[in-house]
C-alpha cells in the first residue's frame, strides 16, 4: 500500500450559473494538481454551479446541464489524478446535493449529502432530497470520506464513514463568512477529528455571492487536533499537501499556516470583496454614489474605491440649502483622497420646482418630514440618472442602525444596487474608517493614508434635510442604540431583558416599534454583505404585516 497520499486543494472563486467558466476553472486548477504530482484534485461544495444557486438549481434545465458539465469535466480529466467536485445529481425523481470523484474518464463516486442545513442563509431542506449515509470511496488504494459541509457539523456521517474504512476526512465546503466564523469551524472539526481519530481536511471556497461572502481559510487538522494547514482569508490559492502511512494511521504533514486577519481586517475585506464580486459578476464596471460629507457615504466610497479602483467610481455631492459648508468641504476632500471623480449638482432648484407643484394639494398643512424626504428622493432620482446615462451601478450608504430603524428613505437614499453596509452597526462604521485609515492591504486598489478626513469621523451626524437637525434629535445616541438594536435583532432578547440592561422601557418600545414599523422598508432594500449571523435577509425574515409587540 503506498505510505504517501498527495492532494491537491483549490480554494477558488465559482460563480452562480456561470457553468462553464467554473469547469474550466476547475480544470485549470487539475492541471496544477497533475503538475504537482497530486494523487487527487480537490474543489469545494457545489462548485460547478457556484454556491449558493437558491432555487435556480430545482429548474431542470439547470441542474442537467450542470451534470453535463461534470461528465464532460470527467472525460478532459481522464489522464491524470482523481478529481473531486462538487454539483447538483438527479435520479429518480430526487434532486441531490452531491460530491463527484471523477477518475479515468468517468464518474467514479457519488457522495451525497446527507445532513442538509436549514436555519441562517440556508434553505437546502426545501432543495435538495437527503443522501442515505454512506461509506468512503477508493483513491487508488487509499479510502477517502467526504462528510459534504454540513455533514461536517454533525457527528452521524464522519463516525459511519470512518467505521466503514475512510482513511481520512475530506470536507468540501460552500461556508459563508459571519464575524468569528473560523472559530466556530475550528471546534466543530476538532469534534469530528476527536471523535473519529482521523485526519481532516476542511476545504472552503472564496468570493461573494449576493450578500455571502466565501472567506476560504481552509484547514488541516491531524487526529489528536492539532493544525498542520491553514490557507489564506478570502484569497484564492491552489496548495498541494501531503499525508503520510504510519504505525498509527495517516498524518497530514505540516504544510504552512497563512496569517488571518483581525475581525475588523475581515469585516473590511468582506465588504469590498462582496461588492467587487457583486459588480463583476453582474457585469457592471463602475460605481456612482452620493457623497454628503458624512461618514457613511465616506466608508462606502472608500470600500468601493478598494473595490473597483478609483477611476471606476463617481462620488456626486447633492447640497441642498440645509447642507454645512463643512459637509461641502468634506466630501470634497474624501473624494480627492480617495482619487474618484467629484460631481456636484445642487439640488435646491428642483426642489422648488417639486414644492411649487405640490403647493396646491400642500396649502394649509404644516411642513414635516414629507418635505424633508423630498430631498432624499430627489437625489436617489438623480443618481438613478446618471446610473441609467453612463451604466453606473448606484451604492447606497445606509448602515444597519438606520436600516434597522428606518432612518432611511424609500425611493430617496435607499435607492441603489447593492449596500456595503447593510450589516454594519453605525458604531462599527466610525472604528472602521479609522482603520481603513491606519491599515492598507495588497488586495485594497485605493491610495494607502488617511482617505476619511477625521472631520468627517468626529463631527455629530445628521442628514442635514432640516436647520441644525442632528441624528440624536429622534433617536438616542448611536453607542446607547446600537446595544439595543443588538439586544433586540441579533440576540432576540425580549423588551424586559434589554430594559434589564439599564434603558429606559419607553426608549426599548419607541426603537422596537421603529424596527417593526420598517419591515417594509428593507424588503424593498438593496442587497448588502453579510457580516454576522443576524443579518437582514435571509437571516431574519419577519412580516411587513404585524401588529405584534413585546408586552414585557
Given amino acids: 500500500m503506498a505510505d504517501r497520499f498527495r492532494l491537491t486543494l483549490a480554494q477558488l472563486n465559482p460563480t452562480v450559473g456561470a457553468i462553464a467558466d467554473n469547469a474550466d476553472a476547475a480544470h485549470a486548477a487539475w492541471l496544477k494538481g497533475r503538475e504537482a504530482g497530486a ?30 458539465a461534470v461528465e464532460a469535466l470527467a472525460v478532459t480529466c481522464a489522464d491524470g489524478p482523481a478529481l473531486g467536485i462538487g454539483g447538483p445529481w438527479a435520479e429518480d425523481g430526487e434532486l441531490f446535493n452531491a460530491y463527484f470523484i471523477l477518475k479515468g474518464g468517468k464518474i467514479v463516486s457519488k457522495v451525497l449529502k446527507h445532513n442538509l442545513p436549514n436555519d441562517h442563509v440556508f434553505d ?7 443522501g442515505p449515509l454512506g461509506g468512503p470511496y477508493a483513491v487508488g488504494d487509499t479510502r477517502v470520506g467526504t462528510p459534504i459541509c454540513e455533514d461536517a457539523w454533525h457527528p452521524e456521517v464522519s463516525e459511519t464513514l470512518a467505521e466503514t474504512g475512510a482513511e481520512f476526512l475530506l470536507v468540501p465546503n460552500g461556508s459563508p463568512y459571519y464575524r468569528g466564523k473560523l472559530e466556530t469551524r475550528l471546534n466543530h472539526m476538532v469534534g469530528r477529528v476527536v471523535e ?5 481536511i476542511y476545504l472552503n471556497m472564496v468570493g461573494a455571492q449576493d450578500d455571502q461572502i466565501f472567506d476560504g481559510a481552509s484547514f488541516a487538522l491531524n487526529p489528536h487536533g492539532e ?50 464580486d457583486y459588480f ?54 474624501v473624494a480627492k483622497a480617495l482619487g474618484c471623480r467629484y460631481d456636484y449638482i445642487p439640488i435646491s432648484g428642483a426642489r422648488a420646482a417639486v414644492t411649487e407643484a405640490l403647493a396646491p394639494l400642500f396649502e394649509g398643512t404644516t411642513p414635516d418630514v414629507t418635505e424633508e424626504n423630498i430631498q432624499s428622493r430627489l437625489r ?19 448602515n444597519k442602525s438606520e436600516v434597522a430603524v428606518g432612518y ?22 466610525f472604528q472602521t474608517c479609522r482603520w ?44 446607547d442604540l446600537d446595544r439595543i438594536l443588538e439586544a433586540l435583532i441579533d440576540d432576540e432578547k425580549s423588551v424586559a431583558e434589554v430594559v434589564a440592561m439599564g434603558f429606559e422601557r419607553d426608549v426599548v418600545k419607541k426603537i422596537e416599534h421603529l424596527i417593526y414599523i420598517s419591515e417594509y422598508k428593507r424588503f424593498q432594500s438593496a442587497p448588502g454583505a453579510r457580516l454576522t449571523k443576524r443579518s437582514f435577509w435571509l437571516d431574519r425574515r419577519y412580516p411587513i404585516v404585524n401588529r405584534w409587540r413585546d408586552p414585557s
Fill in 39 to 68: 494523487d487527487m484534485v480537490a474543489l469545494p461544495e457545489m462548485f460547478v454551479t457556484g454556491y449558493q444557486t437558491q432555487d435556480l438549481v430545482m429548474k431542470p434545465a439547470f441542474h442537467q446541464h450542470a451534470m453535463q
Fill in 124 to 130: 437546502e431542506v426545501r432543495l435538495y432530497d437527503a
Fill in 196 to 200: 473519529t481519530g482521523l485526519p481532516l
Fill in 227 to 276: 493544525l498542520a494547514m491553514l490557507m489564506p482569508a478570502f484569497d484564492e490559492e491552489i496548495r498541494t499537501i501531503e499525508l503520510e502511512r504510519g504505525d498509527d494511521g495517516w498524518c497530514i504533514l505540516p504544510a504552512g499556516e497563512t496569517p488571518q486577519p483581525d475581525e475588523w481586517e475581515q469585516d473590511y475585506r468582506a465588504m469590498v470583496q462582496a461588492t467587487r
Fill in 280 to 333: 463583476g459578476k453582474t457585469g457592471f464596471r463602475k460605481a456612482v454614489l452620493g457623497l454628503s460629507g458624512g461618514v457613511d457615504s465616506a466608508l462606502v466610497a472608500a470600500i468601493a474605491v478598494d473595490a473597483l479602483g478609483s477611476e471606476n467610481v463617481r462620488c456626486v455631492m447633492l447640497p441642498s440649502e440645509y447642507t454645512s459648508q463643512h459637509s461641502l468641504e468634506d466630501a470634497e476632500t
Fill in 380 to 398: 436617489g432620482l438623480l443618481l438613478m440618472a446618471l446610473s441609467n446615462k453612463f451604466g453606473e451601478m448606484v451604492l447606497t450608504t445606509g
Fill in 408 to 429: 432611511a428613505t424609500i425611493y430617496g437614499d435607499m435607492s441603489g444596487g447593492y449596500n456595503p453596509l447593510k450589516d454594519l452597526y453605525k458604531t462599527r462604521v
Fill in 436 to 479: 481603513r485609515n491606519e491599515n492598507h492591504r495588497d488586495w485594497m486598489m485605493g491610495p494607502a493614508g488617511e482617505v476619511i478626513t477625521p472631520r468627517v469621523i468626529d463631527k455629530p451626524p445628521s442628514a442635514e434635510l432640516r436647520e441644525d437637525q442632528k441624528d440624536e434629535d429622534s433617536l438616542p445616541p448611536y453607542e
